[in-house]
């Protein structure tokens, strides 16, 4: 068999390129890195090497005290290896060759990092990206995103990076974090006690929280790379490259300045909006011809409500149980006033449960929010003959009793009455 | 029939005068008698065999016979056959059954032809005497004392002793020319690209090329037709409209500039040889053709550019063979690096070892410089030498070897000896360019000498005309080598 390159990756090589301002090289080379292992079925991996397809670039990352951009080294293109799995084979190891040859983009970031939770972060904003732009799927525990994390630790003041540990198998960013911290521990440990960094790759032990030597540099592979002559080099044409551009998704960074700016929502909000390209299709979907009020509301409700539901059952938003055009049917009866924010929650919940659109539900249950003002004033009336005690307290002065009188208004119209009508006319009433 | 070309063969089908099941037979019958001498073939399926010709005789008879229909082909055991073993010549591979077919196997059996069986190779097609093969070395059927040269020895030597009226081959530095230039045979080694290497197991990639060996340029053509044609799966296969190489034979020497090297006709070039390829020179001219001197001043270091650059290709291309998924696997090993060193040490031969080991040393890091890229640097520079040279001629004519062929074990010791044969066969692959070999003379002995063509790229079908022009006028192809009479 020959190898054949994959167009789709190198699509989306250039996608990913293009979505973090990077220099696409027209012309890049796929070399061989040499060595033997069981799950290489080749004896060799085809990788770029000198000429790699994606070159500089960076990624924005929110961190607690601003924005910082991570730059990029770059990004080239390879083939996956296959997996080696060291369980469940009785002392023996398995091979999983499916994935082997299949396509993988690798990016490459500068030395800017310092520090588990800003690489974490960092990490965290790339998944977004590259699921955002449709380049992965993002999946961790499939092994479609993984890292591998260069970790050194240097004395306050020193210019110099310290000699660098290279951890490997971070399939999560929890253990990215763990591992990261343990490796800088250990590292501080060994310079603390006057040894030495060993220039090393290290493997994180999810089970034992600790990172541990895999091959030292001495072990080092010579990869023996040179241009992998069954494949000539890729040649990106402008034209492809124009294309790519003009059909690039809106960015996450763009999106999160237009929502804020056409919609003055606030900054928590847009950023939960703009998390996923999906939750912000679905948002910018339910809000269509809306007035700003409306729209205020639906991001709050999907920022809040929404969102929560999603985590609680740990799905997204694509697998999300009520669709934009329902949402906004319940979020227009919580504007005209047909909804109390409770009544809303309770016809949420209905839908969520499949009962159909909020318009429907509020029929089937009755729940329209009295605000027809006779009903009111006869529902208050009889509250008031009915409670003469706290009457009194609350004309002796007794704030606590009108709140009671509130209540007892609201049980009677079984919460559908208007907060704000009941509290209009008991005052009117009262006072 | 034994002494026809595929030519003939395909007229004798055609008109019934012969059945594809015949034919096969007779091919057989001669491969059995004649096997246990020459060591030609490694895998022969009668069984296989005989249906592939019952089904081209099948088509023959609904009127759907395809052009080289019934015609019975030997492949070099380099080709992967699904269903039937492909060694490559190597301990390593002595078990292996591909589970798919070469899609130059893919395309011969499209176009009707039978295979008659797998041919002995140096081992990975490594070697120019057939003698590194784990199969035990070929005969050359011109003197059994002698090699046929290799790496397609077996197929080279098959065609002469007529066991098979054609075969395949691959040429990465001379493997198809060199032997068919030491049996008396016609080979071609097309312009890299125009095969597809798909199911051809690699050996350097950026030079293997397959190609046909037969006895007449025409029967070149008739299967480079089919050889020849864009391959998705191979990303160096070339895509452009297809030619009917057979159709234009027929083509006008008149003024036809041949271009003759000095760097061909050098020191270690044997006085016959020599004088061979000068007599064929002077007919070209009698025909009208021009001869030009040219220039080819990095020829000289295309021998040690090859020994740096098809090893280091080698040296990763073989690393799929480690004993992991398939192929040889030692016994007994203590662990992972011991299961690798055991079953690589036995699989493979000395010569496929050292050129692993020169390949993996001129990749190293601290040497890739010196060696891998000043190698590749000087490819660039051999490859500029051609295209001055046909600015001013059309095809380049010189001798294929600089001697007829040599005793058996002659050289065994000696590699550098042995690569030295490969002198005039190596800048070809190195600039990607087409070459033939066809035979013009024998020496004292009486061994068959070899005329090189050498022409730019894709120009397959002059070289074939000039080929078959030549072979019009001489009859150096049909003679019958003496220890194999029919």
Redesign the interface.
Same mark, same amino acid.
């Given at each position: 068999? !020959? *190898?054949?390159?994959n167009a789709a990756a190198v699509e989306l090589a250039v996608r990913f390129g293009l979505a973090v301002g990077a220099t696409i090289n027209r012309r890049s080379i796929f070399a %061989?890195k040499?060595y +033997?292992y *069981?799950d290489l *079925?080749?004896?060799?991996q085809i990788s770029q090497y000198e000429l790699p397809i994606v070159q500089g670039g960076t990624v924005a990352v929110a961190l607690p005290e601003g924005e910082k951009r991570i730059a990029l080294t770059r990004a080239h293109l390879e083939e996956d290896a296959g997996k080696s799995l060291h369980e469940d084979f009785h002392g023996m190891s398995g091979?999983d060759l499916n994935r082997a040859g299949t396509a993988l983009l690798e990016i490459v970031s500068e030395p800017d990092l310092r520090g588990a939770k800003e690489a974490v972060a960092y990490a965290r904003a790339l998944h977004a990206l590259v699921v955002w732009i449709g380049v992965c799927d993002g999946n961790m525990q499939e092994g479609s995103f993984r890292c591998d994390a260069n970790v050194s630790v240097r004395r306050a003041g020193d210019s110099a990076y310290g000699t660098r540990c290279e951890i490997k198998n971070l399939n999560s960013f929890r253990f990215m974090e763990r591992a990261i911290e343990f490796e800088a521990r250990r590292q501080i440990g060994i310079l603390e006690d006057g040894g030495r960094i060993e220039q090393e790759t290290r493997l994180y032990d999810p089970d034992r929280d600790e990172t541990r030597s895999m091959r030292s540099k001495e072990e080092a592979h #010579?990869y %023996?790379? +040179?241009p992998d *002559? #069954? !494949? !000539?080099p890729l040649v990106v044409g402008e034209q492809d490259i124009a294309r790519i551009g003009a059909e690039m998704p809106e960015l996450p960074g763009v999106r999160l300045q237009r929502l804020t700016e056409t919609f003055a929502l606030p900054a928590a909000t847009a950023a939960i909006l703009t998390s996923s390209r999906q939750l912000a299709d679905y948002f910018e979907s339910a809000i269509a011809n809306a007035d700003l009020e409306t729209v205020r509301q639906t991001a709050n409700w999907i920022a809040g409500n929404t969102s929560a539901k999603l985590n609680a059952l740990g799905i997204g938003i694509e697998d999300c149980p009520v669709g934009p055009a329902q949402l906004r049917g319940l979020i227009d009866r919580l504007a005209d006033g047909t909804l109390s924010a409770k009544l809303a929650k309770e016809v949420d919940d209905a839908m969520w449960a499949g009962e159909g659109s909020a318009d429907a539900i509020i029929e089937k249950r009755g729940l329209q929010q009295i605000s027809d003002l006779g009903a009111l004033e006869k529902a208050v009336d009889e509250v008031l003959a009915a409670h003469a005690r706290q009457v009194e307290d609350y004309r002796a002065g007794k704030q606590k009793a009108f709140n009671s009188l509130v209540g007892q208004v609201m049980k009677a119209t079984r919460g559908k009455a208007n907060p704000a009508q009941v509290n209009e006319i008991l005052r009117r009433k009262l006072d | 029939m034994l002494n026809a070309t595929v030519a003939e063969l395909s007229s004798a089908l055609a008109a019934r005068r012969v059945s594809s099941v015949e034919l096969a037979h007779l091919f057989l019958d001669r491969i059995e008698r004649l096997n246990a001498s020459l060591n030609a073939f490694i895998t022969v399926d009668r069984a296989h065999t005989l249906e592939d010709a019952r089904r081209a005789d099948a088509r023959r008879a609904r009127q759907d016979a395809r052009p080289l229909d019934g015609i019975p082909i030997a492949h070099k055991d380099i080709y992967c056959t699904a269903g039937l073993r492909t060694t490559c010549g190597s301990r390593m591979l002595e078990n292996f059954v591909s589970p798919y077919d070469a899609h130059v196997i893919e395309r011969l059996s499209t176009a009707g032809a039978v295979m008659l069986g797998k041919t002995n190779m140096d081992e990975f097609a490594m070697g120019s005497s057939n003698e590194t093969s784990y199969f035990g070395p070929v005969r050359n059927p011109w003197d059994t004392a002698r090699v046929p040269g290799g790496s397609s020895g077996g197929s080279a030597a098959a065609v002469a002793a007529r066991m098979a009226p054609a075969a395949t081959g691959t040429d990465t530095g001379g493997s198809i020319r060199q032997p068919a230039a030491l049996t008396g045979t016609c080979g071609l080694k097309p312009t890299y690209g125009l095969v597809s290497r798909y199911g051809m197991i690699a050996f350097a990639s950026s030079f293997d090329q397959g190609g046909p060996i037969a006895r007449t340029a025409q029967d070149l053509a008739l299967l480079l037709n089919a050889m020849a044609g864009f391959d998705a799966r191979d990303s160096t296969s070339i895509e452009r409209a297809p030619e009917d190489y057979a159709r234009a034979l027929d083509i006008d020497l008149k003024d036809l500039r041949i271009g003759v090297p000095e760097e061909f006709f050098g020191d270690g070039l044997d006085a016959d040889v020599r004088a061979r390829v000068e007599e064929a020179l002077r007919w070209f001219g009698a025909e009208g053709a021009r001869t030009v001197p040219v220039r080819l001043p990095n020829a000289g270091l295309a021998l040690p550019v090859y020994y740096v650059l098809a090893p280091a290709e080698a040296s990763s291309n073989l690393s799929r063979y480690d004993g992991v998924r398939y192929g040889h696997r030692a016994q007994d090993y203590a662990d992972l690096l011991d299961m690798y060193l055991r079953s690589r040490t036995e699989g493979f031969g000395e010569e496929v070892k050292r050129r692993i080991l020169v390949g993996t040393y001129v990749l190293s890091h601290g040497y890739y410089d010196a060696y891998y890229l000043q190698a590749q640097k000087l490819r660039r520079l051999i490859a500029q030498d051609f295209v001055a040279a046909y600015r001013d001629c059309d095809v380049i004519v010189g001798p294929t070897t600089p001697t007829t062929a040599f005793a058996l074990d002659s050289k065994m010791d000696d590699p550098v000896q042995m690569y030295l044969n490969d002198i005039y066969t190596i800048p070809a692959p190195l600039a990607g360019l087409p070459a033939l070999s066809i035979p013009c003379g024998f020496d004292r002995q009486g061994l068959p000498v070899g005329l090189q063509l050498t022409g730019n790229h894709f120009s397959e079908a002059r070289l074939l005309g000039i080929a078959h022009r030549y072979q019009q006028a001489s009859d150096w192809h049909l003679r019958m080598p003496a220890e194999t009479p029919l």
């Open positions: 068999m !020959l *190898p054949v390159l %061989r040499n +033997f *069981p *079925p080749k004896g060799y091979i #010579d %023996r790379y +040179f *002559p #069954d !494949l !000539l | -």
